[in-house]
């Protein structure tokens, strides 16, 4: 009918609210090396491509049309060839893929 000694003795609460967190803080950890770690880098070496665009380079922009580059402008608009005589204005950010590399002038 009592409790016995025993069962009325209060535990260490900082060992108990200590072992509670180590979960969430290793769910943290793998989400960042699983997902957030590899978005950031990725978007560096976008950033990195189309930073290195130039006038030549074959492109993919992200509506599915591939084209050449034939100005680069400072502002962040590129002029891209779509067909003979056909440019289009494009922003960089919308460049996915450089399919082709154009070497630099000697």
Do not use: C, W
């Not at 922009?61 to 590129?78: A, H, M, P, R």
């Not at 922003?91 to 450089?98: E, G």
């Amino acid at each position: 009918m009592f409790a016995t000694p025993a069962f009325a003795q209060a535990a260490d609460g900082t060992a108990a609210a200590f072992t509670s967190f180590v979960p969430l803080i290793l769910i943290f950890a793998i989400m960042y090396f699983l997902l957030i770690r590899p978005q950031q880098k990725k978007l560096k070496e976008h950033k990195a491509m189309v930073e290195a665009l130039r006038r030549g380079d074959q492109v993919l922009t992200q509506g599915g049309i591939i084209g050449k580059v034939t100005k680069v402008n400072d502002d962040g608009v590129l002029e891209v060839e779509i067909a003979d005589g056909v440019k289009v204005r494009v922003l960089r950010a919308t460049i996915s893929q450089v399919m082709s590399k154009t070497e630099p002038a000697a």
